[in-house]
């Protein structure tokens, strides 16, 4: 839903801020006033192009923000574009800067605008087929899950083939390979993976050794001969002092330390050997296992997580053959289910083609377009992501034209009564269980173009009957159809500091009666166009009741 827009600078806006509510809101104003303004700003939030000509004149750039409510996440979105004189346009989603085209996806996601120059999302094929699928309902929607998961397996099994190797003669090569590099690393025999660094450690007091058992002496002399005995008479002479008994009991303490670290000092030279052979042997097998981690790993332990692999990838490759048949199988027989789901929903889509034409060209009817007929193509194409079928909603505008793909035959106003048309159908089939499709915000512009009386009457009707299950909407230049509006902005022109500026006002009911009955009028409000107001008002909301 749309709560906030505000447009800065651009056209003859020079700052306008409106809320919205849900619910049917009605945009209105004189020609010229800036209220299609509006319908240009949301454009530019769902990703129209922008061009410097959109910029209030002496401005450096135009901006617009709309913050909505998202109706899948519930989360708060801000979408927001800049509109420099010179450069490139900006866009940012929640404050941060982002592409137009990611701002045109989410966008999508939130407004869904129609009218003449317009993104509409019912003209893609895409979104028609989505859209004839939620009007058929389960048999559709049952046929199309089970497509997706047949395409899935299908899919899976064939990545699987693929990953099992090429030709058999690259086959044979990389288990060559495979069984080279396992079998250089089974004569290796490394059974422990910290074995590197532990011989690295006896490498180095082996190299050193009479260094070594040097050092070590020397340290024996002086702890168990000089230090000790330093200590031992300190332990004396603190001996029988009772008021010194703490510190005694630390040197006694230190004394014992000193006599262990002696031991251990005198058991550490004594271990120390010269060993050249053992020193060449250390050497040796470290040598062997740095080749190896050159190949296969930076630590032992690598190495053997690299053999578990190779061990894994060559029984793979060794039971291919019964692998590729049994992997052919799965894909024969998901091939098999997809051509089945396949062929059952493209069933359900023609069943409901022609439902969902006659229930549009019968909503035609009462939008002042009586000759019209909508129809519903579903023509079988190669399989993809959501079936085997291309569907195009098409248009006879008028009485004996031939159909048409509904982008390429119709007016600004034909299309977005059309349209109308489609969601009042799509609305109606909604069943409990159904999502009821994109919740965007729907934009009608034009919707009333070249229409007036009765018909304006059933475009209203239909709006409000759109209306009741999602925000709607609509820059009219028809009182009957602002009538049936639960909100209504009125958009005018002022003067301000010798410039003309749009402003735009949320009307209370007062307000209402007085803009339908200029609306009506073309002038100021009078008695009569006054009663005719508070009679349409009357009467769309006895219309909205009796729905």
Not at 223 to 237: E, I, K, M, T
Not at 398 to 410: F, I, K, M, S
Request: charged fraction near 30%; include cysteine; charge should be negative.
């Amino acid at each position: 839903m749309l709560a906030e827009l505000r447009v800065k600078d651009l056209g003859i806006v020079a700052d306008l801020a409106v809320v919205f509510r849900p619910g049917l809101t009605a945009i209105t104003g004189e020609t010229g006033a800036g209220k299609t303004l509006v319908v240009e700003a949301l454009e530019l939030l769902a990703g129209g192009r922008a061009t410097p000509a959109l910029v209030r004149h002496g401005a450096e750039a135009a901006r617009v923000d709309g913050r909505f409510d998202d109706p899948l996440t519930g989360e708060e979105v801000i979408l927001s574009r800049v509109v420099p004189v010179d450069g490139r346009s900006r866009a940012y989603v929640d404050g941060r800067p982002a592409t137009v085209g990611e701002l045109a996806a989410r966008g999508a996601e939130l407004v869904d605008l129609h009218g003449q120059n317009a993104h509409q999302s019912l003209l893609s094929p895409a979104a028609q087929r989505e859209a004839l699928d939620r009007f058929a309902g389960p048999p559709a929607w049952e046929a199309l899950d089970r497509y997706r998961r047949a395409r899935h397996d299908r899919d899976a099994a064939t990545a699987e083939m693929a990953g099992l190797g090429g030709d058999d003669r690259q086959r044979a090569r990389e288990a060559d390979l495979l069984r080279f590099q396992l079998e250089e690393i089974r004569a290796a025999a490394i059974t422990d993976p910290d074995e590197d660094a532990r011989l690295a450690g006896e490498e180095e007091l082996l190299a050193d050794a009479a260094e070594h058992r040097a050092a070590l002496r020397g340290a024996y002399e002086e702890v168990s001969g000089p230090a000790g005995d330093a200590v031992g008479r300190a332990v004396a002479a603190l001996a029988g002092r009772p008021p010194l008994a703490a510190l005694h009991g630390l040197l006694s303490e230190a004394q014992g330390r000193l006599a262990e670290l002696a031991r251990e000092i005198r058991i550490q030279a004594e271990g120390v050997t010269d060993d050249p052979e053992r020193l060449e042997v250390v050497r040796r097998r470290r040598q062997e296992l740095r080749g190896l981690m050159r190949k296969y790993g930076e630590t032992p332990a690598e190495v053997l997580a690299f053999a578990d692999e190779a061990h894994g990838r060559l029984d793979a490759l060794e039971g291919f053959s019964a692998r590729a048949a049994e992997l052919g199988a799965t894909r024969a027989e998901a091939e098999s289910r997809m051509d089945e789901a396949a062929a059952d929903l493209g069933a359900a889509r023609r069943a409901a083609a022609g439902d969902l034409a006659r229930a549009a060209t019968a909503e035609l009817g009462t939008l002042a377009m009586g000759g019209a007929r909508l129809e519903v193509s579903v023509e079988r194409s190669a399989p993809g992501a959501d079936g085997a079928d291309d569907v195009t909603f098409m248009l006879a505008a008028n009485t004996g034209e031939p159909a048409r793909p509904l982008a390429r035959v119709a007016s600004g106003g034909e299309l977005a009564r059309t349209m109308l048309a489609l969601r009042v159908a799509l609305d109606r089939s909604r069943r409990p269980d159904d999502g009821g499709g994109p919740g965007a915000v729907l934009v009608f512009d034009e919707v009333d173009a070249g229409i007036g009386g009765e018909a304006g009457v059933a475009v209203g009707r239909a709006l409000a009957e759109l209306a009741g299950g999602r925000q709607v909407l609509c820059v009219t230049h028809l009182a009957q159809v602002a009538a049936f509006a639960d909100h209504q902005v009125a958009v005018a022109k002022a003067e301000k500091a010798g410039r003309t500026v749009a402003r735009a006002r949320t009307l209370d009911a007062a307000g209402r009666v007085e803009e339908l009955s200029r609306m009506l009028s073309g002038r100021a409000a009078r008695d009569r166009s006054r009663d005719h107001a508070e009679e349409l008002l009357a009467s769309a909301a006895a219309s909205r009741r009796r729905r």
